[in-house]
């Protein structure tokens, strides 16, 4: 598609359980985000994969949480034992070139996946 | 630390009339700063992007300004209509993008 595609919309699990959630970005896009919006709150950083250079995972809440990036292009954020506060949708965006200065980096953003845990 | 606030959190305004949405940011050593639109159940849409070295930027009925020095950001809509209700977030982006919580705006038919 020419969009950002995530997968699933929504994912509903039972506490202490793993969940994975995909996210493919435009084709040829370089740099990709994991964020996450709680219920009531702005958006949150979790991490970002900018090429082949190692990802800066300095927004992830705690080591319950990891994401890869295969081949550059697609990615999956996985959460270990998920607990009730993991409950959020989890957006992920795509952008032709990273952060610094002079870059355009005009984000374009998925639908998100909604993950509710019990 | 970088923090953006926006101000105010709702608002509510009949059709046809032109309004303004504030963000603030606290680090003024930003790259650029962006104007998104969120509807509900959906992702982001970038409205505007502004580099640190302009000022505004402009697409349709939508403007946006930029104030490094006061830390400041405004996303002006002009002649507002039923169809731009949603959510507008605007993210100041330095090593890391920053966002804030939104303005819900709904306009009144």
């Known amino acids: 598609g020419a969009g950002v595609s995530q997968s699933p919309s929504n994912k509903v699990t039972e506490k202490g359980k793993d969940v994975e959630l995909r996210c493919d970005p435009i084709?040829?896009?370089?740099?990709l985000y994991w964020y996450r919006q709680s219920l009531g709150q702005g958006l949150e950083f979790l991490i970002y994969?900018?090429?082949?250079?190692?990802?800066?995972k300095s927004g992830l809440p705690s080591d319950r949480f990891s994401a890869e990036r295969t081949g550059g292009s697609v990615s999956t954020l996985t959460i270990q034992r998920t607990q009730q506060e993991d409950s959020a949708v989890y957006l992920c965006?795509?952008?032709?070139?990273?952060?610094?200065?002079?870059?355009?980096?005009?984000?374009?953003f998925g639908a998100g996946t909604r993950l509710s845990v019990l | 630390k970088q923090e953006v606030t926006q101000i105010p959190a709702a608002l509510s305004v009949p059709e046809g009339e032109n309004l303004v949405l504030n963000c603030s940011f606290t680090?003024?050593?930003?790259?650029?700063l962006q104007w998104f639109r969120q509807d509900p159940g959906k992702g982001l849409t970038s409205l505007l992007l502004?580099?640190?070295?302009?000022r505004e930027q402009t697409s349709g009925r939508l403007n946006a300004s930029l104030d490094k020095s006061s830390g400041r950001s405004t996303l002006y809509i002009a002649a507002s209509q039923p169809g731009d209700s949603a959510t507008y977030l605007c993210?100041?982006?330095?090593?890391?993008?920053?966002f804030g919580k939104g303005t819900r705006l709904h306009i009144l038919p």
């Open positions: 680090d003024s050593a930003i790259y650029n």
């Open positions: 502004i580099q640190s070295s302009q």
């Open positions: 994969f900018q090429g082949n250079s190692a990802p800066d």
């Open positions: 993210a100041a982006q330095d090593d890391k993008i920053i």
């Open positions: 965006a795509s952008s032709a070139r990273g952060q610094g200065a002079g870059s355009k980096n005009i984000q374009y």
């Open positions: 084709s040829g896009h370089t740099a």
